[in-house]
């Protein structure tokens, strides 16, 4: 299975202002993915990461607030843009699992707060 | 849209009960998985079920996939504090994607 790390692990945002997050696998993947879990949720997909391509949004996800960068097979980046309260979340990245499992392997999340 | 629903939402027993959850959707899976979270980390597979009927045990858990792979179940036997967390079913959503449910806490007081 792949190793998933994320940093930071937490942080607390003022309002206004932007976070990004980072995630580190490591093995070469093809396809990453970043979830938000709100506060005693599941987990909502936010958008499907491929090496070389624009990410791929869900419904009621847009660009201009989550932008992604995938400059590589091992990184990914998710930066939550113009804060608010609303955007307190458990943020987590993943990587598919052999192919055929349908499987993910997931990074331990960042943990924001905004105030 | 495929939902899955699951139940119960909040589960709270002593340590040595029984409990099941349930995991249901209108839509047929290809698969279905469920994963344990923990506080402050990450869901972790605990298994997959591809066929339907199927059942599989890890030590003290049970799955099962229902006939028509719309639902599933998960039963754990004689449930410990260890097997506090937050369990999630998750579906095939197409190109890689998964689906999850809507999750069940389970608190087991020793």
């Known amino acids: 299975s792949a190793v998933i790390s994320q940093k930071p692990s937490r942080d607390i945002c003022q309002r206004g202002t932007s976070l990004t997050i980072q995630c580190q696998v490591d093995?070469?993947?093809?396809?990453m993915f970043w979830y938000r879990q709100q506060p005693g949720q599941s987990l909502t997909l936010i958008a499907t990461?491929?090496?070389?391509?624009?990410?791929?949004?869900e419904s009621g996800f847009v660009i201009d607030k989550f932008p992604i960068s995938r400059p590589n097979l091992t990184f990914s980046t998710l930066t939550v843009s113009n804060m608010s309260p609303e955007d307190s979340s458990i943020y987590l990245c993943?990587?598919?699992?052999?192919?055929?499992?349908?499987?993910?392997?997931f990074g331990p999340g960042t943990r924001l707060t905004v105030l | 849209t495929q939902l899955l629903e699951q139940s119960p939402q909040f589960l709270s027993i002593q340590e040595g009960e029984n409990l099941t959850v349930y995991c249901n959707s209108s839509s047929v899976f290809s698969s279905l998985q469920w994963y344990r979270q923990e506080p402050g980390e990450g869901p972790v597979l605990l298994v997959t079920?591809?066929?339907?009927?199927e059942v599989k045990k890890l030590k003290r858990l049970t799955f099962q996939f229902g006939d028509a792979r719309k639902d599933s179940s998960l039963h754990i036997t004689a449930a410990q504090p260890g097997d506090t967390g937050l369990y999630l079913c998750a579906g095939d959503g197409g190109t890689d994607k998964l689906i999850f449910g809507t999750g069940t806490r389970l608190q087991v007081f020793p």
């Open positions: 990461a491929n090496q070389g391509s624009e990410a791929t949004y």
């Open positions: 093995s070469q993947v093809t396809m």
């Open positions: 993943s990587v598919a699992g052999p192919q055929g499992t349908d499987t993910q392997y």
């Open positions: 079920v591809v066929t339907g009927g």
